[in-house]
């Protein structure tokens, strides 16, 4: 679904780039342009070329403070790690003519904006904006979308060192807010692109335990949702820079489930987080306690195999074989005995199957089905296991409202869906004893 319909009122592609006119000033550009029946001039969204193409026209490096100094006349300062990104970056400056308005600075440290106030700690900013590096890994960039979606109608146009930092846009972001604590003073509003709903939780979270002033908003465009956060450590109204939406999203509510007293248990967080913790051992998911502060803990969760449904069918299937080799055991021991009382010969294991009675064929049969099914099983968990794929990743947050425990889920991504994360959620709920 096209999200253009919710644009920022300010977006300037509220008015469609005019491709007809990109296409007669650039001659790169009118030869991945397509016309289609209606006249209409188009590219192929889908293929990353054209998109390298078209980034090259609107301008792909140091975007934001072009934008910033064509609109608005605002002197820009950009900072960038990369030396390749920075001398093209220069080049797009230098040929649009704005080598007054926008001055570059390349970041030899591994600080964000600490290294800017090293010379001089008394230059003064009326805010700052950050377009971080997405993720973490390469994985995390090809897993961040689940197969269940429908492959990207954009293709990827980002380098690894644009798309890709340690720990990820989170990490990035929370060494951004604790490099602007120490410059609260220099710089009036802090500003962040947020490429995942996710992390802008976890990071208003932040600004709210550390009671900083915060605001934040949505960028639809296209096919993409992006987030920005705002906060400020001055006495300054941030909601003045954002009106409201005309036509508000249906706000999705998180699903919320109460966790019960435990037999022989302090009705406590850390008791049910104990527990929560323990059957996601039993089940062989993967965690990571992300956050824990007073009335909550954050449980970063991932499975990579389906180990949570069909337990009652696998557990009835168990109980029946062993049931089965039980009777097997039994019989051949009887027939041993009868045998032996009649000295005719020892049983090895062949000469046994040439005695089988019709019972036992029967018993061999269930039993040779069993296996098939069990092997049936174990297969989909090895194919499941060789895909090395996410089954479902998600956040619990066990906290404690009114004297009671809730857990709270959110799913983030996965194979498997929402769904996926109901099932496990039903596993936790029916094993809460
Ligand atoms: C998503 S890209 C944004 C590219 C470009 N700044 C723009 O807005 O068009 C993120 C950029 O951040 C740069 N980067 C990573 N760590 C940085 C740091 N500590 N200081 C400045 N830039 C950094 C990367 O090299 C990458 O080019």
């Known amino acids: ?83 390749n990104s920075l001398k093209v970056a220069q080049e797009n400056i230098q040929k649009n003519n704005l080598q007054d308005l926008i001055k570059l600075k390349i ?51 980002g380098s690894p060192q644009e798309l890709i930092t340690e720990g990820g846009e989170l990490e990035f972001c929370r060494k951004l ?90 009705y406590d967080l850390a008791s049910a987080s104990n527990k929560v913790k323990t059957i996601l051992d039993r089940l062989g998911i993967a965690y990571e306690v992300v956050e824990k502060r007073g009335n909550t803990i954050k449980i970063d969760m991932v499975a990579k195999v389906n180990t949570w449904s069909n337990q009652r069918r696998k557990r009835r299937q168990e109980k029946r074989m062993q049931e089965e080799t039980d009777v097997k055991k039994m019989k051949s021991n009887n027939l041993e005995l009868n045998d032996m009382k009649n000295g005719s010969f020892e049983i090895t294991e062949n000469t046994s199957s040439h005695v089988q009675s019709n019972a036992e064929l029967v018993v061999n049969k269930v039993i040779e089905k069993n296996n098939e099914d069990s092997n049936a099983v174990r297969s989909t968990e090895s194919e499941q296991e060789g895909l090395l794929g996410i089954q479902v990743r998600a956040v619990l947050k066990i906290f404690k409202k009114d004297n009671e425990i809730l857990l709270e889920t959110e799913f983030i991504n996965g194979t498997l869906g929402k769904e996926g994360l109901h099932q496990i959620v039903q596993f936790i709920k029916n094993n809460w004893k």
Request: a neutral charge.
């Open 107 to 157: 970041n030899t440290t591994s600080s964000i904006i600490d290294y800017l106030f090293t010379e001089n700690e008394t230059v003064y900013y009326d805010f700052c904006m950050c377009n971080p590096p997405f993720y973490s890994t390469m994985m995390e960039l090809w897993e961040s979308r689940s197969p269940a979606r429908p492959p990207p109608k954009n293709g990827f146009t």
């Open 1 to 83: 679904m096209a999200m253009n319909r919710f644009m920022h009122p300010r977006n300037i592609y509220k008015t469609p780039p005019d491709f007809i006119q990109l296409a007669k000033d650039f001659s790169e550009f009118s030869k991945i342009t397509k016309t289609d029946v209606t006249g209409k001039v188009t590219i192929d969204f889908k293929d990353p070329q054209s998109l390298r193409v078209l980034t090259k026209c609107t301008g792909a490096c140091a975007i934001y403070p072009l934008l910033a100094a064509v609109k608005n006349q605002w002197l820009m300062y950009g900072t960038e790690t990369d030396a």
């Open 177 to 266: 807010i604790a490099e602007s604590k120490k410059y609260c003073y220099n710089i009036l509003i802090f500003t962040s692109m947020i490429g995942h709903k996710f992390n802008l939780a976890q990071l208003i979270d932040d600004l709210k335990s550390d009671n900083i002033n915060y605001t934040h908003t949505e960028f639809c465009q296209g096919r993409v949702t992006r987030w920005g956060l705002a906060w400020t450590f001055h006495d300054y109204d941030l909601l003045q820079l954002l009106p409201p939406r005309d036509k508000p999203r249906k706000k999705i509510q998180p699903l919320v489930f109460l966790l019960p007293e435990l037999p022989n248990c302090t």
